[in-house]
């Protein structure tokens, strides 16, 4: 390791370890924060008030936390599946309940999904976006998921083309990791990445799993001190890619609204299934130096799935949710007021 790394690496454990510290006091405000199970809860009753939501409704076993016309989060006890307007995200860890405090989220959950999801303009370390790095996944004798119509690495490969097309279009500078049918490994699609500033990063993936999956679900880097959604591993050190642990959820929160409803499911009449804006530490997500997520745009292992991927007219719509999603995202950070979870802000002025 050198010593630039070594530094930064020093950096990054310390600034999450004077969250862990000062989550009590965060956002300027101080928290009922409990410790269940060796993980750090705060009561919901504090997140309403500090984000002024009005009204708590039940709701099944679950319960409904709403400013009318803007936000609108569900969940319940013991899940990790919490809706935001409708937008599934799996937290890192279980909503707990107290007889005392009602329905309590994580600081984790709370630090790195809900406040960059609710208030994605405060994000401390947002930076400007002038160049859309693109990652066909696979390639070459990687020819990822198949089936009797197509080949996973091909449709990566087009979807990306479309919408490298459709961002220099808007005057962004696009990179494609690769341009052609070739290989290339996990650390060479970071390190062509890594070469340039003010970027995102979006890896283009089709998924392979039971005949009945299907959906379309976007990844982001785990933080340090949580586990992967698919694995109950927990990894405490901070990785290179945790840096943008905020931008990350904000990016993918935009990429998963314009993927099942944004203008461009609409106008194709696409009702795609929600999966959830997940978790988990894939290679090319680890080490990046900037925004970055990992989309899987539908199942190739479906029956009727794997059709509608393959067609000319579901690649369009992908590609125009994706530059819709990258537009939304830029947006956001830079919006004076703004809410990223599928709805526009409603108040005395117009909407953004």
Known sequence: ???????????????????????????????????????????????????????????????????????????????????????????????????????????MDLHKILNPVLRPSYISNKRPVNTIILDPGHGGHDSGARNRISREADLNLIVAKKLAKKLKALNFNVILTRDTDQFLTLQERVDIANQYKSALFISIHFNSGGRSARGVETFTLAPAGTSSTMSHNVRNDALQ???????????????????????????????????????ARYSVLC??????????????????????????????????????????????????TANNIGQPRRNTQKSR
């Open 1 to 107: 390791m050198n010593t630039l790394t070594h530094r930064w690496l020093c950096k990054l454990r310390g600034m999450i370890c004077l969250f862990i510290l000062s989550i009590s006091t965060a956002f300027g405000i101080k928290w009922d924060v409990e410790t269940i199970n060796g993980i750090r809860y705060v009561p919901m009753r504090d997140v309403r008030s500090f984000y002024g939501i009005t009204r708590e409704n039940n709701h099944g076993r679950g319960k409904v936390y709403e400013i009318p016309g803007e936000k609108k989060i569900q969940m319940q006890e013991n899940s990790q599946d919490v809706y935001m307007n409708g937008l599934k995200f799996v937290f890192s860890y279980p909503i707990r309940s107290s007889s005392t405090k009602g329905l309590m989220v994580s600081t």
């Open 241 to 279: 890619g945790n840096a943008q642990d905020s931008m990350n959820i904000a990016l993918a929160t935009a990429v998963q609204a314009e993927l099942l409803r944004g203008s461009a499911a609409k106008k194709a009449g696409y009702q795609m299934i929600d999966r959830g804006i997940k978790r």
């Open 287 to 336: 080490t990046i130096k900037h925004p970055a997520i990992l989309v899987e745009g539908g199942f190739m292992s479906h029956p009727q799935e794997a059709v509608l991927v393959a067609s000319d007219k579901y690649q369009n719509f992908m590609a125009d949710a994706l530059c819709l999603a990258v537009q939304r995202y830029r947006r956001s950070l830079n919006a004076k």
